[in-house]
Nanobody, 115 residues
């Protein structure tokens, strides 16, 4: 079984930065895609960013130019660097990893942007 453990969330002022990490443990043979989702109270969960096995990245329009998704294969970890944070970025962030045909999810980490 594969488990994903998230870290890096917290409280930050508008304009600040945070870096989220998602570390995978277990038997990992190959990864098709990795991504970050977020869900704010009363809203649907939305896809924020993805990175393919080949390194191609995609972002939702609202975070383009501010967020960067990356990975470290040696550490089995995917990251989300978040800069110029806005109050509307406040949400629980979830990492997602697709291994073969199965999707795995992290436990979620709270990001709060407020002054």
């Amino acid at each position: 079984q594969v488990q994903l453990v998230e870290s890096g969330g917290g409280l930050v002022q508008p304009g600040g930065s945070l870096r989220l990490s998602c570390a995978a443990s277990g038997t990992i043979v190959s990864i098709n895609t990795e991504g970050w989702y977020r869900q704010a109270p009363g809203k649907q969960r939305e896809l924020v960013a993805t990175i393919s096995s080949g390194g191609s990245t995609r972002y939702v329009d609202s975070v383009k130019g501010r967020f960067t998704i990356s990975r470290d294969n040696a550490k089995n970890t995917v990251y989300l660097q978040m800069n110029s944070l806005k109050p509307e970025d406040t949400a629980v962030y979830y990492c997602n990893v697709k291994i073969v045909t199965i999707n795995y999810w992290g436990q979620g980490t709270q990001v709060t942007v407020s002054s």
